[in-house]
C-alpha cells in the first residue's frame, strides 16, 4: 500500500509550524491544545517528517496508543511510524527504580504532560531525559495546570514557558475546530438535596421563621415535582434513536446503578438499549468497549465508564455525554467533555451534567464569561470568529428549583454583609483604643 503523507488541519498545521521553528532555537517546546483537536496527529506528523530520527512518545496507558494508533490508519493509510516507540509513564517509573536501560531517542514526546508533575512518574521521565542528555523534548496537553498541586503550570516547569502553540476550547468552539455542544444541566439527585434542606429546617426553633421555612420547602418541592425528570430531560433533547452515548460514573457502585436505570433513562428514545461498560480495573473493559464502538445496529448504545475514557482515548460518532461524575476538577471536566468533541465534526453534540446538588450549576460555571472574553480577544486583534458566544446553549432545566433552594438555603443561614463585617471591625476597634 502506497504511504499517504499526513495532512493537518489548519490549526494543527500552524501548532507544527509553531513548534518546528521553535526546537530550532531550543530543545524544549510544548502544544497546549484542547482534548479532541488532533493533537497526536501533530506527533505522527514530525515522526513522518524525520524518519532518520527516533521518537519515544511517554503517554498515561497501552490502550491509548494502540487506540490513536489505529485513528491515525484512517488518516493517513498504508503509514505506520517505525521511527515512533511508546512507553508509559508507569513504565519509565519502574525503570527509573531499577536502573533498567532506556532506549536512545532523538526527541521524546510527554503527551498529557501535566502528568510529568506527579512525583514517581516525574521521575520516570527525569531518568528518560538524563539517558538521553541530546534529545529534544515536546509535549501536548489540554490542561498543563494541575490544580489539585497548589496550581503548578508543568508548561512553565517542564518548557520553560516554550509554548509554540496555545488555544483555550472556548476559543477552539468560537473559531469552529471542535464543535459548540448543547449543554444541558439537569439534577439526579434531588431527594438527597431535599433531605438535607429538611434536617436543617427541623433544626429551626423559631415558631415564626419555621413556618416560613415549611412553606418555602414546600413550594421547592412541589417545584420539583413540576420539573421534568431525567428521562423527559433526555428524551427532549437527544432525537437520534440510534444515538452513541457516554455515561461519565463516580465508581464502580454508581455504575452499576446507573446501568440498571439504562432504560428508565433512555427508554424514550427507544426501547432498545445497548449497555456496554469499561473501567481500568475491568479485564473485559477493552472488549466491551470495542464492541460500542464496532454497534451500528439501530438500537441507542450506551457505555458506562468510570475513568478508562477521561484522558486519550477517543471514540467517533458520540452523540451525547452524561456527566454523572461528581468533579471539581477542571483537568477531569475537560477530559470528559473532550469524549463529545472532535475536530472536523459537524455535528452538534450534546452534553447533559447532571448535578448533583442545587447549588451547582456543573463544569460550565464560568465558561461562558471565558468565551465571551475570547470573544472580545479575538475581536481587538482583528479576527473574526466563526460563532458567537450567543451560539453556545445552555440550558438549565432546574433553574426555578435552583432559585428556590438558594432563598431557602440563604434564608437558613444567612451571610454577613461587607457593611456588617466593617460594622463589627469598627465596634471591636472602639472597644480597644482604636485597634484590632
Known amino acids: 500500500m502506497k504511504m499517504e503523507g499526513i495532512e493537518l488541519y489548519p490549526h494543527n498545521q500552524k501548532a507544527y509550524d509553531n513548534l518546528c521553528a521553535m526546537l530550532r532555537d531550543s ?15 501533530i506527533i505522527a506528523k514530525m515522526a513522518q517528517d524525520n524518519p ?9 496507558n497501552d490502550y491509548m496508543y494502540i487506540d490513536q494508533m489505529a485513528n491515525l490508519s484512517d488518516i493517513a493509510p498504508g503509514f505506520t511510524p517505525k521511527n515512533l516507540q511508546f512507553m508509559t509513564y508507569a513504565t519509565a517509573m519502574a525503570k527509573a527504580r531499577c536502573g533498567d536501560e532506556i532506549p536512545r531517542c532523538d526527541v521524546i514526546v510527554a503527551d498529557e504532560f501535566h502528568h510529568c508533575g506527579a512525583p ?134 454508581k455504575l452499576q446503578e446507573f446501568m440498571l436505570l439504562r432504560r428508565e433513562w433512555f427508554g424514550r428514545v427507544n426501547k432498545e438499549v445497548h449497555a456496554y461498560k469499561t473501567t481500568s480495573a475491568d479485564p473485559y473493559g ?41 468533579t471539581k476538577s477542571p483537568v477531569i471536566f475537560q477530559q470528559q467533555l473532550g469524549r463529545a468533541l472532535t475536530s472536523g465534526g459537524n455535528r452538534t453534540p450534546l452534553v447533559f451534567d447532571l448535578c448533583n446538588n442545587f447549588g451547582s450549576l456543573g463544569g460550565i460555571a464560568g465558561m461562558q464569561e471565558r468565551m465571551e472574553r475570547a470573544y472580545e480577544k479575538k475581536s481587538e486583534q482583528g479576527e473574526k470568529p466563526i460563532y458567537e458566544p450567543k451560539d453556545f446553549h445552555v440550558i438549565d432545566e432546574i433553574k426555578d428549583p435552583r432559585e428556590l433552594a438558594e432563598e431557602l438555603r440563604e434564608a437558613l443561614n444567612p451571610s454577613t454583609t461587607i457593611d456588617e463585617k466593617i460594622s463589627f471591625l469598627e465596634e471591636i476597634a472602639a472597644q480597644n483604643g482604636g485597634q484590632l
Open 286 to 326: 477493552s472488549r466491551d468497549f470495542q464492541e460500542f464502538k464496532e454497534d451500528s445496529s439501530s438500537a441507542l448504545k450506551v457505555l458506562y465508564c468510570i475513568n478508562q475514557l477521561n484522558e486519550a482515548v477517543h471514540v467517533k460518532g458520540i452523540d451525547a455525554i452524561v456527566m454523572v461524575r461528581p
Open 120 to 253: 514517581e512518574w516525574g521521575k520516570g521521565v527525569q531518568y528518560v531525559v538524563e539517558n538521553n542528555p541530546d534529545a529534544k523534548i515536546v509535549g501536548f496537553s489540554a490542561t498543563p495546570i494541575r490544580y489539585s498541586d497548589k496550581g503548578r503550570n508543568m508548561a512553565d516547569e517542564m518548557f520553560v514557558g516554550n509554548i509554540a502553540s496555545s488555544m483555550e476550547l472556548e476559543e477552539a468552539w468560537l473559531d469552529g475546530v471542535l464543535p459548540m455542544p448543547k449543554y444541558v444541566i439537569a439534577l439526579y439527585d434531588a431527594p438527597k438535596e431535599l433531605g438535607e434542606l429538611k434536617v436543617s429546617i427541623e433544626k429551626v426553633r423559631e415558631k415564626k421563621k419555621y413556618s416560613k421555612f415549611v412553606k418555602k420547602y414546600e413550594e421547592l418541592r412541589r417545584s420539583l415535582q413540576d420539573a421534568d425528570g431525567i428521562d423527559r430531560i433526555i428524551a427532549k433533547h437527544l432525537r437520534k434513536r440510534d444515538s452513541k452515548v457516554i455515561v461519565f460514573c463516580p465508581n464502580q457502585k
Open 52 to 60: 532518520g530520527k527516533n521518537f519515544l512518545l511517554l503517554g498515561t
Open 27 to 41: 530543545n524544549r517546546a510544548c502544544v497546549v491544545q484542547p482534548t479532541g483537536t488532533g493533537k497526536f496527529v
